[in-house]
């Protein structure tokens, strides 16, 4: 496994991570024994990052992340800033920002976050920039390492940026939504922060396994959020209705280089970036995450490919993403 510094936080992470959020249930059941496999496997493919967040599973993620416990070496990075307690707030506030904090210690079953990260709060209170201050207080207490922000749009992204003690960015970032490469990158790479990609597989799409007729468990965001009735359209398919999804992905295999799986492919192009730091795709099942690290291994995608799989994002994907860019 290759490795890669995750911007000033000075960590050295690899640069396949593994997205947790699917611990939690919201990817279909997964059950304690699944999730310890895939929580084994990671440490055995020293897949060394690993994101969660306290909402996922209504804290279920994070907890059997904490019951596991061989974790030396291993970075986890939570979020805080959706949970109920923020839920129609238009100012956060400090104790509750501690609050959250504190429970996904104790969840977690740490002394100290190595990163927390802002969990796609509202633009207004990014706007604010208060909330940073109370970030940068908890980490003179010694609750975190370090903090940073995830975020759904590249506006939100540069509103991030301007503070300084923001050491990563988490970004939704991949063969069909591709923006991030003029313009969010280059300005993470700028403030040494850290860039963290989530979605490299818009959902699954880019496995390239699903189809116009595949379904999706009724507790599953691919089933419920299709369309952003419950959360951002953005954070299920990248945005795109599901069926141009399916099509986009089809489109795509048919130019996979030999020996290349679409999966390969698509998170090879995003390690091609050099301002990505780690790649947190999620898996369901302990496979998934063998075959996502060997991308770690592959030579860079010829240039040619590349500049094709940009036109075919400017002129057919781009127009049918959802939600904002
Ligand atoms: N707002 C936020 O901050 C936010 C939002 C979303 C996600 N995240 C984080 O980012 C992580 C990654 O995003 P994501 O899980 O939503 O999207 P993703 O990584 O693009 O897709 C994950 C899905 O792709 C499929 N998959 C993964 N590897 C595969 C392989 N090798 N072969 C075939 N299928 C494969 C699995 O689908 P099946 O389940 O169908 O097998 C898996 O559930 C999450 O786990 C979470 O930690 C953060």
Request: aromatic share 8%; charged share 25%.
């Amino acid at each position: 496994m290759n490795t890669r510094r995750l911007g000033k936080t000075g960590y050295i992470v690899s640069e396949i991570g593994l997205g947790c959020w699917q611990l939690g249930g919201d990817f279909g059941p997964v059950s304690d024994q699944a999730a310890a496999d895939i929580l084994k496997t990671a440490r055995s493919l020293d897949v060394n990052f690993w994101d969660t967040a306290d909402v996922y599973g209504g804290g279920q993620s994070e907890e059997r992340i904490g019951a596991f416990k061989d974790k030396k070496s291993v970075l986890v990075a939570t979020k805080l800033g959706r949970g109920p307690q923020f839920e129609g707030m238009a100012r956060y506030t400090k104790e509750r920002v501690k609050d959250s904090i504190t429970g996904s210690i104790k969840r977690l079953d740490v002394e100290q976050l190595d990163l927390a990260q802002l969990h796609c709060i509202p633009i207004d209170v990014l706007r604010d920039g208060e909330i940073f201050t109370f970030l940068d207080d908890m980490q003179t207490a010694g609750l975190i390492r370090h903090w940073g922000a995830s975020v759904q749009t590249v506006e939100e992204g540069m509103l991030a940026l301007r503070a300084a003690s923001c050491t990563t960015l988490q970004t939704i970032f991949n063969l069909f939504r591709q923006d991030a490469v003029e313009t969010l990158l280059p300005a993470a790479q700028k403030h040494d922060v850290g860039i963290i990609v989530r979605l490299p597989l818009a959902s699954g799409l880019l496995s390239g396994k699903m189809t116009k007729t595949t379904i999706f468990t009724a507790g599953d965001h691919r089933n419920y959020n299709r369309d952003g009735d419950a959360f951002f359209v953005g954070e299920t398919f990248s945005g795109l209705p599901f069926d141009k999804g399916v099509a986009f992905a089809d489109e795509i295999k048919h130019w996979l280089p030999a020996g290349m799986s679409l999966p390969h492919l698509a998170l090879r192009w995003i390690l091609d970036q050099p301002a990505v730091s780690t790649i947190i795709a999620g898996v369901t099942r302990p496979d998934q995450l063998r075959a996502n690290t060997e991308a770690s291994r592959m030579d860079p995608l010829e240039p040619a490919l590349v500049a094709k799989l940009h036109d075919f994002y400017i002129e057919k994907v781009r127009p049918e993403v959802r939600g904002g860019i």
